[in-house]
């Protein structure tokens, strides 16, 4: 099993802060509109900005560490999960179509993302945070051992 490229933890603690910015910025205003002491609110807003985000920024380590990948000789297993840890195989018979992408932040840090389809919506299978050459490659060796012509 391999691990996903570490600058993927670069793009998940972006993501996470500006999730985190938007409940932060939520939670300010309800605060501000509550009436509360300045003493209390202000013990609030720090505690409350602490809590969000602090918290995913400390999930995106756990996230990262259990993210796994391999390629078994008839299937492709991912692992994955903070909180209930999953374990995807999807033999390569099924595979049907293989996407690589990347949005702007990913393109940035250089990092792709490899989408599999099948002919089952409960199998489609995704790998993040891959190095751009990697994922390319990954593309092709599934591909390949899929038996598709168009490999090349």
């Known amino acids: 099993m391999r691990p996903i490229d570490p600058r993927v933890r670069r793009q998940w ?3 996470a802060l500006a999730g985190s910015g938007f409940t932060l910025a939520i939670g300010v205003i309800a605060l ?3 009436s509360l002491s300045r003493l209390w609110t202000a013990v609030l807003l720090i505690g409350l900005g602490a809590l969000i985000v602090a918290g995913p920024q400390a ?3 756990l996230r990262y560490r259990y993210w796994r990948y391999g390629m078994g000789a008839d299937t492709l297993v991912l692992e994955y999960g903070v909180w209930t840890h999953r ?3 999807t033999p390569y018979f099924r595979v049907q ?3 690589v992408s990347q949005g702007p932040l990913e393109r940035w840090l250089g990092l792709k993302r ?8 409960f199998t489609d299978a995704t790998i993040p945070g891959l190095d751009a ?4 490659n990954l593309r092709l060796l599934i591909l390949e051992r899929a ?3 168009a490999a090349v």
């Open 13 to 15: 603690r972006i993501e």
């Open 32 to 34: 501000l509109t509550a």
């Open 59 to 61: 999930l995106v380590e």
């Open 87 to 89: 374990q995807s195989m």
């Open 97 to 99: 179509n293989v996407d």
């Open 114 to 121: 490899l989408t599999i389809r099948t002919a089952s919506a």
């Open 133 to 136: 050459a990697e994922a390319e």
């Open 147 to 149: 038996g598709r012509d």
